[in-house]
């Protein structure tokens, strides 16, 4: 998959379906050339290199007008020599000298794939699924050493990068900026397309056409935010979710990172992706070392659902890992929404007894559990159960859960502290905050300093306990608030710059050493909703809490904007009670079903509260799920239909052999007399006939027909009701099963 012209010193990496070529310049440097559809692996590329005489250009020889890193597109472009573009490295030497040019020094191919120490990564079972290229760099002067690393899979349209630094001198020096990934189109006819929101409206899809100048999002929360995910793609301005050309690039991290697409005055684009430099400054003493994150580059001619399928294959299978990686997820039921602090151990086996009555698997406690919680005032830090609530302790009440058939899972927010805690009281010194200033709360919470060893053993000492001696089987990772006064006072002055990257190093620590000791625990990460809903905690954590925003309607967006990057395998999704908590709706329990099914299934309600009606509905989804989740986990997702266009969202999750579909329609506002509508659906077999059956609808069609005229859609709303058969009101979901026969 790797090809290496010694003579002309280009490196080509091809695996059939995509290519990406860069070469070594003269000076050392490395040049790009070409990423996209895959290009013969004998081909000669060298003359794709553009150089010109640019009046006004700053040349890196003497006597040489044509070479500027200015003009000529660059691999990993450093900052200070000639290049006026944003660079990928930045580097501070002692004299206060910010230029450093690190020079070709050799390259190795590996099989497969080297792990990233203490980052999350994508990985390969088997040597032959993926090569690495490694490419070795130097700045004399500093001692610098620069390896990059490019991974391309054999399954997967994508290649991972990253970068890792190693001073070999004899003098400390600063990395200012160090970007994950680096790229120079050869034009910017491009939309950007972003996941952009807030808390309880994350990760709405935005375009904006590229101009001159710099398009970017990024955060500087401490976490990945709900405002923008780490994630930027760009789309050929014909490119529509089916067809056209598009590349993905997404950060595998979950703290503060920045991804830009800068236009140039000659209409190059550059792209890049990794760590934010605003607040971040990494001292690299002689002989230390430093590896910065994965960034994962996909590239489609089939639109952006093409994007995204390459993105969930990557991710459902190579980097989110473990024993609940494959397995079906259980269908779950959390008190939050019914009981916020609320409860007592009685109230909570009466809530579970419904949940298992109906189907459900595992019963997940919520906040409220610790300390003195009551509200959220207190308690963050005391993870041991309040017996006032609780008086088995947590052993207890998971006892009891399992006895009635069911597994238990719990609540934790372990990077977060009260001032009112045992916990803050014995360390009061263990938060985040700048001497002599005061230190903001967020919901009257502190964040802990995961930057030390002895704040992470702490918070691991108690969750050790607590999953040793009950029955745990699932926790949900909470974190509520973004970091501010960003300072440690375990580090010296001139170290403050790295407090936000080791932050999340120590987040991460803390997965790791409790996937390491409880290997079938099923982690589901959250931070207010979505707060860190990003590549890196797939890696520790494969479901997260995708929004706090549980109406089916907004969660129709949320979910979809999500859908762009992330598997449906990862994407916690409730049915909740209505009037809907967060915005006031009454949605139909169907349609509350039919968005959550997209995801990893469950409720967020007391069952005890509804109907018998209801009660019939939610057996018969969960079973269903039950029933469907495998296909639903690792089907093909189709985006079909966009709630950010129109007054529908629609989607289909097939199966890889097109022998059967799912078809979700969900229809917001409801109309009167309207059109007819077919639905073109993808990823069937064309001349394979099919059975349509809906809650209205019920016919056989061959896949051409249900690909090219469309699938039908019985909206009752072309017309009027006049039978009493309903079928036309708002915020009206059917679910359409389309299977082979
Ligand atoms: C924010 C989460 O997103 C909610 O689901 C819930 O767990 C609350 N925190 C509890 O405080």
Known sequence: ???????????????????????????????????????????????????????????????????SYEHLRQEYPCYGTSDYRYPALEIQGSDGSRICKPEYQGYEVIKGKKPLEGLPATYVEREEEAETLEIYLKDALRGLEVVLSYTIFRDVDGIARSARFANRGQEGFFINRVMSMSVDLPDADFQ??????????????????????????????????????PFLALKRKNATEQSGQVYGFSLVYSGNFLAQAEVDNYQVLRVMLGI??????????????????????????????????????????????????????PVLINNWEATQFAYVEDDLVTFATKAKECGVELFVLDDGWF?????????????????????????????????????????????????????????????????????????????????????????????????????????????????????????????????????????????????????????????????????????????????????????????????????????????SACPNEQVGRTTPIITRGNVAFTGAFGYELDLNKLSEAEIGMVKEQIQFYKENRSLIAKGDFYRLLSPFEGNFAAWEIADEKGSRALVTVTRILSEINGPFRRLPL???RRDQKYHVESRYLSYDAYGDELMQFGMMMEDKSCGQVIDGSGGCQDFLSILYEVTSI
């Open 1 to 67: 998959m790797v090809t290496v012209n010694e003579k002309e010193k280009v490196f080509h990496l091809n695996n059939g379906r995509i290519s990406y070529l860069f070469y070594v310049m003269e000076s050392g440097q490395l040049g790009h050339l070409y990423f996209g559809k895959a290009l013969n692996p004998e081909g000669n590329y060298l003359h794709m290199v553009e150089k010109a005489h640019r009046p006004m250009s700053v040349c890196i020889r003497e006597g040489d007008l044509y070479t």
């Open 192 to 229: 950007s397309v972003q996941l952009s929101g807030s808390w309880s409206r994350e990760r709405y899809v935005k375009v904006r056409d590229l101009d001159p100048g710099i398009t970017a999002v990024s955060s500087m929360r401490g976490n990945s935010s709900h405002q923008h995910n």
């Open 276 to 329: 934010n430099p605003f607040g971040f400054q990494w001292k690299l003493e002689p002989g230390e070392s430093f590896v910065a994150p994965e960034a994962v580059m996909v590239y489609s001619e089939e639109g952006l659902n093409g994007m995204s399928r390459q993105f969930h294959r990557l991710y459902r299978n190579r980097l989110a890992r473990g024993y609940w990686r494959d397995k079906e997820r």
């Open 371 to 575: 300390g003195a919680r009551n509200n959220d005032k207190c308690g963050l830090g005391d993870w041991k159960a309040n017996r006032d609530k609780l008086p088995g302790g947590i052993e207890g009440l998971s006892a009891k859960i399992e006895a009635l058939g069911m597994k238990f899972g719990l609540w934790f927010e372990p990077e977060m502290v009260n001032k009112d805690s045992d916990f803050f009281r014995s360390h009061p010194d263990y938060i985040i905050e700048t001497p002599g200033r005061s230190a903001s709360h967020g919901r009257n919470q502190f964040v802990l300093d995961f930057t030390r060893k002895e704040v992470v053993d702490a918070i691991y000492g108690q969750m050790h306990d607590l999953l040793s001696n009950a029955k745990i089987s699932y926790i949900k990772w909470d974190m509520n608030r973004s970091i501010s006064e960003c300072y440690s006072t375990a580090y010296p002055a001139d170290r403050q710059g790295e407090i936000f990257h080791r932050y999340i190093l120590g987040v991460y620590d803390l997965h790791e050493r409790l996937i390491r000791e409880f290997p079938e625990l099923l982690i589901e990460s959250c931070s207010s909703g979505g707060g860190r809903f990003d590549a890196g905690m797939l890696y520790y954590a494969p479901q997260g809490w995708v929004s706090d925003d549980s109406d089916a309607i907004e969660r129709a967006k949320i979910q979809y904007g999500t859908s762009l990057v992330y598997p449906l395998s990862c994407m916690g999704a409730h049915v």
């Open 682 to 684: 993808r990823g069937l």
